[in-house]
């Protein structure tokens, strides 16, 4: 009756019913289930409300202030137990992604596929592993494969990045296909020091643990 648009998002989906029946139910993505809520005249809703302008006025923040990301990166990690050790580690890897991914856009990389591709390239080279192998050896599903990561991977992931991005500022890599070439020679870089680090520790730098089996 409004006439909104987002209505218009909102789908058929048959879902299990109580009866154990599946029954046509009302389903939407995360975007517009939130959109749903906002425009809900009921106190219940309220609480939903205040989170989501809470949410909003702390991206405006980040925006501003780049480093308030980061510390409430770390809050949140640290919040869902993880070691300190391993939170440095993982904010110090989001870094080095971010200078490879801003050194590929100064390339030419754009599309978001490009970036997938390469960044599966580097993680063949590295591990022996493609991104969806690594995944479903650590049985996770829509889970980021990197905060399942163990300090070790996290280190020849940063080290493959690393070396990509310096590789593709000597040569002066330019467009998707030349940039291939630093993602392969980063990738076997990492994989290089991996092999010798398992052949001289006598342990297997991949490993099928993921954070929440750790935890069990």
């Not at 493959?160 to 940039?179: C, V």
């Amino acid at each position: 009756t409004e006439g909104s648009e987002v209505y218009e998002k909102i789908v058929h989906l048959k879902l299990k019913a109580p009866d154990g029946k599946l029954r046509e139910s009302d389903c939407a993505d995360t975007e517009t289930i939130f959109r749903i809520i906002q425009s809900i005249p009921s106190p219940n809703a309220e609480p939903f409300k205040l989170w989501l302008a809470r949410v909003g006025y702390e991206r405006v923040e980040e925006s501003e202030d780049p480093e308030k990301a980061i510390q409430r990166a770390m809050a949140t990690y640290l919040k869902k137990g993880y070691s300190r050790e391993w939170v440095d580690l993982r904010l110090k890897s989001i870094e080095i992604r971010k200078d490879l991914t801003n050194e590929w856009y100064e390339r030419g990389i754009i599309s978001s596929k490009e970036y997938a591709i390469l960044t599966d390239i580097i993680h063949r080279e590295w591990s022996d592993l493609s991104v969806k192998q690594h995944k479903s050896l650590k049985q996770l599903k829509t889970e980021n494969l990197r905060d399942h990561m163990s300090e070790a991977e996290l280190i020849f992931t940063a080290l493959a990045e690393l070396s990509t991005k310096q590789i593709a500022e000597n040569i002066k890599s330019e467009g998707f296909e030349e940039n291939k070439i630093p993602a392969v020679k980063g990738g076997r870089i990492a994989k290089n020091a991996r092999l010798e680090l398992e052949q001289k520790s006598g342990q297997k730098v991949i490993t099928g643990d993921n954070f929440n089996i750790k935890r069990i």
